[in-house]
């Protein structure tokens, strides 16, 4: 079930999410990748990411078990300054494509590589539509792109309205989305149907933390247990089956498996239609 971008390339069914890990970033990406994830998703933004300590989990990889930087998908972020602290990746008094070019190469560097597979724009700078900022970024993302520095390049916390923006009007259109996936907004319905148009990849996240009323839904654990998995795996395989690609912030390696086995879960379009439909059923 890999998902294909529109420029062709091919992505791993899921990915580990590294943020929030702290000081056990190196140790968690490690057993993520023992674990089997051969796709990973970090940040250029020390708030909530250590992309530095994702780099060093690939060294001990690569010296403990032949790691081959090939067998990996990396996806990073260029973070704006209205999302970072004082530790900015790069000179936040500079022009906004000069931050792009040095976020980037300071993410090269993190991660020991001289490419990343997708490098994403963590938000746009408003939450209504696209300002020139916005535009600003984007180009320099899309040299980047032309450049070779990235395989394929996405946007992050993004509208309906912004994506159909961007896609209308640049250059170079996303091949990734990545947002937080809530039930209740029919699991990003409006942006997952803008995604199918595009051939854009869209990956869902917080899909278990964004989401306690669904996954406490007694159908929908009626559906688990018919299936014999846990109903994070369910959801995990939902996500699937409608297209999405689903990340996962585990920090426990039985999770990890878990998780990825949910990629073997075969649903009935009866099971995803009642599971696109819990958080309005949940209302009445
Ligand atoms: N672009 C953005 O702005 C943005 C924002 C937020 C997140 N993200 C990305 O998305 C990633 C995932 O986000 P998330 O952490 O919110 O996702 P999540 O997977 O929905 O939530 C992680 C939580 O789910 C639990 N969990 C995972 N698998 C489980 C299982 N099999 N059984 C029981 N519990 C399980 C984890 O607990 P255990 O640790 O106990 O397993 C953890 O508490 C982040 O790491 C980051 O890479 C991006």
Known sequence: MSPVAYNQIAVPA???GTAWKKQATSELVQKAVE??????????QLIHYDEALVGDALVLLQQKRGLKRESLFLQTKF???DGQDHRTPYDASAPRATQVVQSMDSSLKHLHTDFIDSYVLHGPYSRNGLIAADWEVWSAIEEL???GKTRMIGISNVSAEQLSQLCAKSTVKPMMVQNRCYAAMGWDYDVRQICVEHNIIYQGFSLLTANGQALSNPAVRAI???LRCEVTQLIFAFAMH?????LTGTTNVEHMEQDLQAEKLVLTLEDIELIENVAVASRR
């Open 35 to 44: 674990a089997g994830f051969t796709a990973i998703d970090t940040a250029n």
């Open 242 to 246: 409608v297209g999405m690609l689903p």
């Open 145 to 147: 792109y032309k450049a």
């Open 224 to 226: 688990a247990t018919r």
């Open 79 to 81: 973070t704006s300054v």
């Open 14 to 16: 899921m990915m580990y």
